[in-house]
T-cell receptor
Framework: EAQVTQNPRYLITVTGKKLTVTCSQN?????MSWYRQDPGLGLRQIYY???????DKGDVPEGYKVSRKEKRNFPLILESPSPNQTSLYFC??????????FGPGTRLTVL | GQSLEQPSEVTAVEGAIVQINCTYQ??????LSWYQQHDGGAPTFLSY????GLEETGRFSSFLSRSDSYGYLLLQELQMKDSASYFC???????????FGTGTRLKVLA
């Protein structure tokens, strides 16, 4: 089954404790991206990647890091999380025609 | 700045037709996409307009007019399962940078 998977689905952590949210897709897509979703603000793009070792900033990259060492994986790293990064995070991949396939989401709470 | 504006909420009855508008203050993009998101779920792709005009996919149609900086999603024969949030989105030319509208919550009443 074609899908985008994210782990963990829920995470509660404390300020400053480094964390990684994993994202994997099995559709051989070149494009992958991370978004955060906050009430009233819609989806905002954090980072995107067009291929292995090729990443670029989206609208809200501050406080986040990404890497693309393999085509199927695109982890999101928060090296020193803060409470304003409490949000719902979605990973997405796309193969063309501007169609994005989203993962199930990761709900992150930073205390 | 660059933004996509949508009404925050729309209510309609089962069987009706509803139009969700998306007006934008941006330029240099490839086309307009639409996504549906049910409560607690992930966004799912509905439609894409690369060119001006109407695209039809079953009960859903989408329209784009670049000259008017405007697009819309049209949902016909509304069903209860259409109750969800709907987002428009654009990708900027030469990049894979996307912006999304703030979303429209559609409530379908019996």
């Amino acid at each position: 089954e074609a899908q985008v998977t994210q782990n963990p689905r829920y995470l509660i952590t404390v300020t400053g404790k480094k964390l990684t949210v994993t994202c994997s897709q099995n559709m051989n897509h070149e494009y992958m991206s991370w978004y955060r979703q906050d009430p009233g603000l819609g989806l905002r793009q954090i980072y995107y990647s067009m291929n292995v070792e090729v990443t670029d900033k989206g609208d809200v990259p501050e406080g986040y890091k990404v890497s693309r060492k393999e085509k199927r994986n695109f982890p999101l790293i928060l090296e020193s999380p803060s409470p304003n990064q409490t949000s719902l995070y979605f990973c997405a991949s796309g193969g063309g025609a501007d169609t994005q396939y989203f993962g199930p989401g990761t709900r992150l709470t930073v205390l | 700045g660059q933004s996509l504006e949508q009404p925050s909420e729309v209510t309609a009855v089962e069987g009706a037709i509803v139009q969700i508008n998306c007006t934008y203050q941006t330029s240099g993009f490839y086309g307009l996409s639409w996504y549906q998101q049910h409560d607690g779920g992930a966004p799912t792709f509905l439609s894409y307009n690369g060119l001006d005009g109407l695209e039809e996919t079953g009960r859903f149609s989408s329209f784009l007019s670049r000259s008017d900086s405007y697009g819309y999603l049209l949902l016909q024969e509304l069903q209860m399962k259409d109750s969800a949030s709907y987002f428009c989105a654009v990708r900027f030319s030469g990049t894979y940078k996307y912006i999304f509208g703030t979303g429209t919550r559609l409530k379908v009443l019996a």
